[in-house]
């Protein structure tokens, strides 16, 4: 199956790092560890990437890196615990745990 | 392809300077800049903004796109929030803090008067775990603490014009989902008509006499309810029921953004026209329990939960409506 997405790794620096005429032509999904998601083969979109200096990653590398950073906040999760704090408590006070983000091809 | 002078009549036109009232599609050369310009409805688009200082969830959130106001929150991991914030447009400033920490405080007014009410305060800032009746006004410069809600509670949705003409409906109170609504006058809290039942999670935008309440933590979570100053009505449904959506605007001209929990954060934004929601272009990073302020013309999300379950510090600013645009610059 022919690739939909691509993937990269660029800081959001704010204003100017996605204009409204950018976001107006392509579809953006930030994900955890400044990995984002854009159209491929799509001239917008890489433009937008070589504007930001994206570094290009595969699907697997972008996978990698958010499932790093996920598992190390369930981990973080994980071990934050207050003695006699139930499970519902625990979720009102850190949120929810992190689930795992599976990404698109 | 047919070309342009077939769909509009005439051959694209040069101008020294670009035409004050462009025709929906009109493409044109400017000679002064030597670039080709076209003229559309944009729908409604998000930039990136700059960040605000300190991340954070559950915050309050109340003004405009040049000129918001960020108070209280959960900063990492779970700590309850007093920080004040203020946003020009560019950039976002500390200012002095709130008298009371909380997370999930609701807002009302301006950058320069705004009003901070109920929220929640859970150990280790407020052992045991307190519901917030506190309010608090802003006068542009500090936070005074003046009389309380009738009910405290938490995930509630508030909205208002200014610190003296404020509404707060819904949340979570002593006996779970709140269905309770008070208006404020300036001075007191006082009980209203109830929502049509109880609703925690929801968003809120309007005035204390013309408001919307958005979504939440409800089944099913994609009503809307338009409160008129003495009733609340259901009106039409959002395209995509959630909770802790960001919203902004009034009755007539409306944004929702974002919202739902783990694991379905979700991007979408919705603008409604006083009578039916359409769905506009995506938040460019899901964001959840973000604060929304300004108008669909020009909005503000900032803040939140973004996937998998972590505080940002992330401002998006959302731009719709008349826009010109130069050819091959993107």
Redesign the interface.
């Known amino acids: 199956m022919a690739k939909t997405k691509q993937y990269c790794v660029a800081e959001?620096w704010?204003?100017?790092?996605?204009?409204?005429?950018?976001?107006?032509?392509i579809?953006?999904?930030?994900?955890?560890g400044n990995v984002w998601q854009v159209p491929a083969h799509n001239k917008?979109a890489n433009?937008w990437i070589n504007k930001v200096l994206g570094v290009p990653k595969t699907k697997d590398q972008a996978q990698a890196i958010v499932t790093a950073i996920?598992d190390a906040?369930?981990d973080?999760w994980d071990a934050?615990n207050?003695d006699g704090e139930s499970s519902a408590e625990k979720i009102?006070?850190?949120?929810?745990?992190?689930?795992?983000?599976t990404l698109e091809e | 392809m047919p070309d342009y002078k077939v769909v509009h009549g005439t051959k694209v036109q040069n101008f020294a300077s670009d035409p004050p009232a462009p025709s929906e599609g009109q493409v044109w050369y400017n000679t002064t800049t030597n670039t080709s310009k076209y003229f559309f409805v944009?729908l409604g688009?998000?930039?990136?903004?700059?960040?605000m200082n300190t991340a954070r969830?559950t915050l309050g959130g109340v003004g405009t796109q040049t000129a918001a106001l960020a108070f209280g929150g959960?900063t990492p991991?779970?700590s309850d929030s007093d920080l004040t914030e203020t946003y020009n447009g560019?950039n976002w400033t500390e200012v002095n803090d709130l008298n009371t920490l909380r997370r999930l405080p609701e807002g009302a007014g301006t950058q320069t008067a705004a009003l901070a009410f109920g929220g929640r305060g859970?150990?280790p800032d407020f052992p045991p775990d307190v519901l917030h009746d506190n309010t608090e006004t802003w006068n542009g410069t500090n936070w005074t603490e003046v009389n309380d809600l009738n009910t405290g509670r938490y995930y509630m949705a508030g909205c208002g014009a200014s610190n003296t003409a404020a509404l707060a409906f819904g949340g979570h109170d002593p006996g779970g989902r709140s269905d309770k609504t008070e208006t404020w006058n300036g001075t007191n809290w006082t009980e209203v008509n109830n929502l049509n039942k109880g609703i925690d999670q929801l968003a809120g935008t309007g005035t204390n006499t013309a408001a919307l309440a958005i979504g939440g933590d409800v089944n099913p979570n994609d009503k809307t309810l338009l409160w008129n100053g003495t009733n609340w009505t259901e009106v039409n449904d959002l395209n995509t029921g959630r909770k802790n959506a960001g919203a902004a605007g009034i009755t007539t001209s409306a944004l929702a953004s974002g919202g739902g929990?783990?694991?379905s954060i979700v991007?979408n934004t919705e603008t409604w026209n006083g009578t039916n929601w359409t769905e506009v272009?995506?938040l460019?990073?899901?964001i959840s329990k973000a604060a929304g302020a300004g108008t669909t013309a020009a909005g503000l999300s900032f803040g939140g939960?973004?996937?998998?379950?972590?505080c940002t510090a992330?401002?998006e600013?959302f731009?719709s409506g008349p826009?010109t645009?130069t050819l091959g610059?993107?």
């Open positions: 959001n704010g204003k100017g790092f996605i204009e409204h005429s950018e976001s107006s032509r579809t953006f999904k930030g994900l955890p917008a433009l996920i906040q369930q973080t934050d207050v009102e006070r850190l949120g929810s745990k992190p689930t795992d983000i | 944009n688009a998000w930039a990136t903004g700059n960040a969830a959960r991991p779970s560019t859970i150990p929990g783990t694991p991007a272009g995506d460019n990073a899901a939960n973004n996937p998998p379950d972590d992330a401002t600013e731009t826009t645009s610059s993107e």
